[in-house]
Structure formats: structure tokens, C-alpha cells
């Protein structure tokens, strides 16, 4: 069975894509803890992200790298946070957020509300500095 993921990356659900490559897939979280709050998932469908080869887990890594430099740029920040936690959906995922302090990368904070005309411009701000 495909999860959530694998679903949004083949576009049976619907997403606020920002970039892909051949290995990796971005899209912006719906329930976000910053403007700009970004997920980078490989390809491939794997559980927990240390379980990807080193080649798939380098290829995922310098697609993140990518996404953050354009996410720094139209979400102006000191510095992208990343996080990597795998318990919310079982297929490996890396949480790209913009911050300014240790703090704004808690996941127990209250997730913002934009409107679906801003997480489309958002989206697509990011996606054109890919």
C-alpha cells in the first residue's frame, strides 16, 4: 500500500510542489510551523530514512540543499533548520524550515494557517529560485 507520500509524489493527492529531480520530491507542509516549511522525501518509498542506500540518502541530501537555498531566498532567514523525525508518516522525510532561533523548530508549536492562494505563490516562489 503507497502512503501518503508516494500518493502526493505520483499526484494522486494533490500538493504545493516546489521542485523534484529524479531521486527527490518537495512540497510545502500544509500544516506548517513557518512560512516556507518545506518536506523533501526521496523517490523511492522507505520507512525510516537511515535505511536508504548512501547514495540515495547523499542524492536526498543534496536535493535538500538545493530546496534550502531557494527557500532562503524567498523566506529570508539566518538560517534553514532541517529535522528529521520519521514517526508522522512511514515513508523518510526531511522538514526544511526557515529560522531565526533554537525554538522555531519546535513541532509543538501552533502550525500557521495560509490560504491556498498563498501556499500557491509561496510554492511557486521557491520552486522558480530551484
Request: hydrophobic letters at 45%.
Amino acid at each position: 500500500m503507497a502512503t501518503l507520500f508516494s500518493k502526493i509524489i505520483t499526484g494522486e493527492i494533490p500538493c504545493y510542489k516546489v521542485g523534484e529531480n529524479e531521486h527527490a520530491f518537495a512540497f510545502l507542509d500544509i500544516s506548517p510551523i513557518a512560512k516556507g516549511h518545506t518536506l523533501v522525501v526521496p523517490k523511492r518509498e522507505v520507512d525510516y530514512i537511515f535505511d536508504l542506500s548512501d547514495e540515495e540518502l547523499g542524492h536526498l541530501m543534496a536535493f535538500a540543499k538545493k530546496v534550502s537555498k531557494a527557500l532562503i531566498q524567498v523566506c529570508p532567514a539566518p538560517k534553514i533548520g532541517m529535522s528529521v523525525i520519521g514517526l508522522e508518516v512511514p515513508h523518510a522525510h526531511i522538514h526544511l524550515v526557515p529560522i531565526h532561533g533554537v525554538n522555531d523548530i519546535d513541532f509543538r508549536k501552533e502550525k500557521m494557517q495560509l490560504s491556498e492562494a498563498e501556499f500557491k505563490a509561496l510554492a511557486a516562489a521557491i520552486a522558480e529560485k530551484i
